[in-house]
T-cell receptor, first 107, second 115 residues
């Protein structure tokens, strides 16, 4: 069974801070890794990463994959209170998610 | 395209009753995944289905839980003889194929409460 581990499990920052969330994986036949954001409802898709070293960006969010280290990071710059959520990563081979990082951004 | 539709949004059952949760995938999507989420926890994979086939049910309890995705109609997650520990949010996601480029689309979930 593929394994996805996220860290930290919980993070509290203040508005304007930059945060880095980590996801490491042990996945057989790796093809790609997914990041999702979950507020009080359904998870929403953020990024799909397939190639090592290529950064994907969407506004203040960016993510990169390191296949050598079997890991990915999700960066959020200039955080806002609306970024407060659970951030989930998953290996899409079997769509198993890590436990998530609960981010709280205080005003 | 209405997206992934789950119903009911909220379901209350007494211990020992049956719960039936429905998931209608996005149009053109033939892959469905079910997840369970306990409060303050991540998404736990339960089962992966394609039309008329269960591909991977390794995350589903062997007793009381079953899932199907018939040729016509929604995917159904069925929980028999519910217990308090079954209270959770149940999400489904769909995709047109495994490894879809833009990820998988989730429904809004069904919140099951067992009293």
């Amino acid at each position: 069974e593929d394994k996805v581990v996220q860290s930290p499990l919980s993070l509290v920052v203040h508005e304007g801070d930059t945060v880095t969330l980590n996801c490491s994986y042990e996945v057989t036949n790796f093809r790609s890794l997914l990041w999702y954001k979950q507020e009080k409802k359904a998870p929403t898709f953020l990024f799909m990463l397939t190639s090592s070293g290529i950064e994907k960006k969407s506004g203040r969010l960016s993510s990169i994959l390191d296949k050598k280290e079997l890991s990915s990071i999700l960066n959020i710059t200039a955080t806002q209170t609306g970024d407060s959520a659970i951030y989930l990563c998953a290996g899409p081979n079997d769509m198993r998610f890590g436990a998530g990082t609960r981010l709280t951004v205080k005003p | 395209n209405a997206g992934v539709m789950q119903n009911p949004r909220h379901l209350v059952r007494r211990r020992g009753q049956e719960a039936r949760l429905r998931c209608s995938p996005m149009k053109g999507h033939s892959h469905v995944y079910w997840y369970r989420q306990l409060p303050e926890e991540g998404l736990k994979f339960m089962v992966y289905l394609q039309k008329e086939n269960i591909i991977d049910e390794s995350g589903m309890p062997k007793e009381r839980f079953s899932a199907e995705f018939p040729k016509e109609g929604p995917s159904i997650l069925r929980i028999q003889q519910v217990v308090r520990g079954d209270s959770a949010a149940y999400f489904c996601a769909s995709s047109p194929y495994q490894g879809a480029e833009y990820g998988y689309t989730f429904g809004s979930g069904t919140r099951l409460t067992v009293v």
